[in-house]
Nanobody
């Protein structure tokens, strides 16, 4: 089993920045993709950004140029630096990891990000 602990959410004004962190512990061997998803009220959960074990990244179009995902493999931690935040970024942000062995998929408990206009 893998445990994920997220931190860094909060309330920020539009144009501000936040940094999310997600630390994985437990059976972390075989973790490859680490990612951040978000879910706004009344909307489906969507991928924000993902990073492979080798460092290749993928971003939602809505956050390109504003958000940066990174990871520290030694610490099994993934980060999401969010700059130029907009009210539309308001959501619960979830950390996700994928392992090569079963069970493969794990989710964090979620952290609230609220951007005021």
């Amino acid at each position: 089993q893998v445990q994920l602990v997220e931190s860094g959410g909060g309330l920020v004004q539009a144009g501000g920045s936040l940094r999310l962190s997600c630390a994985a512990s437990g059976s972390t061997f075989g973790i490859n993709t680490m990612a951040w998803y978000r879910q706004a009220p009344g909307k489906q959960r969507e991928l924000v950004a993902a990073i492979a074990s080798g460092g290749r990244t993928n971003y939602a179009d809505s956050v390109k140029g504003r958000f940066t995902i990174s990871r520290d493999n030694a610490k099994n931690t993934v980060y999401l630096q969010m700059n130029s935040l907009k009210p539309d970024d308001t959501a619960v942000y979830y950390c996700y990891v994928h392992r090569t062995s079963l069970p493969r998929d794990y989710w964090g408990q979620g952290t609230q990000v609220t951007v005021s206009s």
